[in-house]
């Protein structure tokens, strides 16, 4: 989606014209019958109120969008314009016209809401149809630009510094839809080499040799079952003062996951396609940061593998001895994504020495019977780290839900001949997990894991997505790295 600004006299002969409007106040000059009827559709402005009318402009018919964005004074302002610039892209990509005219004149918004609502649209119109081959006329996305009118001073800046966050986001959603035939391991590299390339962003590719020298049990025993060879990928982004320690995201890559010999029931396992909706996150982030030039310096870690079933895969029972030297007893092969987090977490603070860590990872189910699709589960050893996390997810609509963690859980996951073992009991799974992980976290360091299992994919449209991969994590933690390492 291309977005371009345009003043009165260049703004094009568009024959949709969209309007965000105010509670109670309809646009100045909208044709009388207009006003009329969209009056008659009680169509009042109220947040996600959306109206369409048909009238006669220079002897052409045009349609006149009107989406309501709600008081000016109402706390979710911000996201009320998102939504709505969002709902225009919902209706009218698919809609014959190439071009949407958006006037946003007379309605007193900052840049910064401007900004929004071009970001609403973007997120909103982005679709994936590599592999439809047989989509109707009237079926095809036909929008592929939208000419802003009337956009207060700044808004400009503010959209280069949102677009370079969609353009993360948007990889983010293609690494997700990607199938495990097209996405694993070493091709999951591949897209990003492509898509950082003269970025500023710095690659390092580790390959089995690499892992195996650095012992990293945990994660090679997860990758043994498949015939893809695991990858660990690091993007260094050095945009902040040269000695200043980075901040490490880590994510669980998992590009397939069948449960390996603890095999998952076949209904829905074509969903853990996105198990490696971690990575995804953490490749997006890496991408915005680099695009908008963010002034911090932020370490990405994937730990990518795939966890398949095979005369050569990992056993239940079997004891794995992870690169910090602690043991694993691997009580079920589906409980993978700790055994491949671990090591990754392991080598991001040996080799880069954090002053923080967050990871994220599609790492549970229970999350998601917590949860269901609303908040992110967010654990953590630090409480000012946590609170940062919490601000940054209600700024952007990515929200967290902070869960406990403490000795009793962690003691659930003790193990009878090694140091501990991959699953606790039946009930808190997603707390022992996080406990897990906690093992591996060194000097105290401040850390969050954020369990983003329910989050990564909707079976319906969303704010800022249609069905599919949501790109959920990415703005998150864009807007935690904006908020607390820059400037
Ligand atoms: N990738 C799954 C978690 C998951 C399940 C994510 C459904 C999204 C949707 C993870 O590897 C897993 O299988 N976890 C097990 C852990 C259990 C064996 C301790 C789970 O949640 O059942
Ligand atoms: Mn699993
Ligand atoms: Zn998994």
């Known amino acids: 989606m291309q977005i371009r600004f345009v003043d009165d006299s260049s703004a094009p002969a568009a024959r949709i014209i969209a309007h965000l409007v105010n509670q109670d106040a309809m646009p100045a000059g909208l044709e009388p019958v207009l006003v009329e009827a969209a009056k008659m559709s009680r169509f009042a402005g109220k947040a996600g109120q959306m109206f369409e009318g048909f009238v006669e402009r220079g002897g052409k018919v045009v349609r006149v969008a009107l989406a309501g964005i709600g008081a000016p004074s109402a706390e979710d302002r911000r996201s009320a314009i998102e939504k709505a610039g969002a709902a225009l892209a919902a209706k009218y990509q698919s809609a014959g016209e190439d071009e949407l005219l958006l006037d946003l004149s007379g309605l007193g ?37 939208i000419a802003v009118k009337g956009a207060p001073g700044g808004t400009q800046a503010k959209w280069e510094v949102e677009a370079a966050v969609a353009e993360g986001v948007e990889f983010t959603k293609q690494l997700i839809t990607e199938p495990a035939n097209q996405l694993y391991p070493e091709s999951f590299v591949a897209r990003c080499e492509a898509a950082m390339e003269g970025t500023g962003l710095s690659l390092r590719v580790l390959h089995p040799d690499e892992m195996r020298r650095l012992g990293m049990g945990a994660l090679l025993g997860v990758a043994q079952g498949s015939a893809r060879e695991p990858r660990l990928l690091v993007m260094e982004w050095q945009g902040g003062k040269k000695d200043e320690r980075p901040l490490a995201l880590v994510g669980k890559g998992v590009t397939f996951d069948t449960g390996g010999i603890s095999l998952k ?42 966890n398949m079933p095979d005369g050569n895969a990992q056993r239940p029972g079997d004891v794995v001895t992870s690169m910090s030297g602690q043991t694993i007893e691997v009580i079920n092969t589906d409980a993978e994504g700790r055994l491949v987090l671990c090591d990754v977490l392991t080598y991001a603070q040996r080799e880069f020495n954090p002053a923080a860590i967050i990871d ?116 998150l933690m864009d807007a935690f790295v904006r908020e607390n390492l820059e400037g």
């Open 109 to 145: 918004l900052s840049a910064d809401e401007a900004a929004a609502a071009l970001l609403g649209a973007r997120l909103r119109a982005w679709r994936h149809d590599v592999y439809r081959t047989k989509l109707t006329d009237d079926k095809k996305p036909s929008l592929t630009s």
């Open 360 to 475: 994220l990872a599609t790492l549970t189910g229970a999350m998601i019977v917590a949860l269901a699709h609303e908040y992110g589960g967010m654990f953590s050893n630090d409480e000012e780290l946590a609170a940062k996390i919490d601000k940054a997810g209600k700024a952007t609509g990515d929200m967290v839900w902070r869960f406990p963690l403490g000795k009793a859980y962690d003691k659930m996951i003790d193990s009878q001949i090694a140091d501990m073992k991959n699953m606790g009991a039946r009930f808190g799974g997603s707390i022992t997990a996080a406990q897990f992980l906690q093992r591996f976290i060194e000097d105290k360091r401040p850390w969050a894991h954020l369990d983003i299992a329910g989050m990564v994919w909707a079976d319906k449209p969303g704010a800022t997505w249609d069905k599919g991969a949501t790109g959920y994590g990415v703005r």
């Open 265 to 306: 029931p076949p209904a829905g396992m074509e969903d853990m396609k996105w198990d490696m909706g971690g990575a995804g996150v953490v490749a997006g982030t890496m991408l915005a940061l680099a695009k908008r030039g963010a002034k911090a310096n932020v370490v990405g870690f994937c730990g990518l593998v795939e």
